[in-house]
């Protein structure tokens, strides 16, 4: 009995640990089309900067800059941020940046049902949409956490699921100075990088900051900065 009892925690541990590690895989889903880079010779790269929109202040500041280098980002936006600023939404559109899905209020999706995951991700495609963005709109999962029913919902709906494979706010030893920041960006990324940031909160003035020495450092290494629709044209 007690060996019967021993296999079964270890196999219940193991499909634990192994659901954890789906759910937080950058490459793998169970369901539908989900990409953290493209394989390309050509040296390209996303920007891709997540959260928000926060506040005016932030937005325009961010704005500001990509416009000085005339790059082109992607926002993958939370449904409660446009609601709350939705000015802030309209100026980033009207900047000709592409606007992604982030779910409405940024909870964790593994283990919720489907009308809640319909609920997050609808409701958001809808503000998108008021805000006035046109173009195709993919899905980044919140802490890019996903297992069974988030990814099924979004292959039932056509919908990508785009990740990254450069991500510097993860380390709390690089975060806290955009130089940093701008060294690890700079020096991991590749043809195909897509690039996370968080940038329109009043907590990110170093991932902000960072933003130019990003563009800086990886135009002089021969890179041109893309949205991520540009960049999966590029695998196509």
Known sequence: MKKVFLSL??????????????????????????????????KVVALTFDDGPWSEEYTTQVLGTLEEYNVKGTFFLNGSGIQQNMQSAIDLVNAGHQIGNHSYSHKRMMLIGL???????????????????????????????????????????????????????????IAG?????????????????????????????????????IIDGLRSKGYKFVTVSQLLEKNA
């Open 177 to 213: 100075s955009s130089s940093a920041i701008a060294e690890y960006v700079v020096e991991s990324s590749s043809p195909g990088s897509i690039i996370l940031l968080h940038v329109l909160g009043s907590k990110n003035n170093e991932s902000r900051g960072a933003i130019a020495l």
């Open 9 to 42: 925690l270890f196999l219940s541990a193991a499909v634990v640990i192994g659901a954890w590690n789906i759910g937080k895989s950058r490459t793998f889903q169970f369901f539908g089309e989900i990409i953290a880079k493209i394989e390309t010779n050509e």
């Open 115 to 173: 009308d809640e995951v319909k609920q997050e991700i609808d409701s958001t495609t809808t503000l998108i949409r008021q805000v006035g963005f046109e173009g195709e709109i993919y899905f980044r999962p919140p802490y890019g956490k996903k297992l069974i029913v988030l990814p099924y919902y979004l292959k039932s709906e056509g919908i990508k699921t785009i990740t990254w494979d450069v991500e510097p706010e993860t380390y709390p030893e």
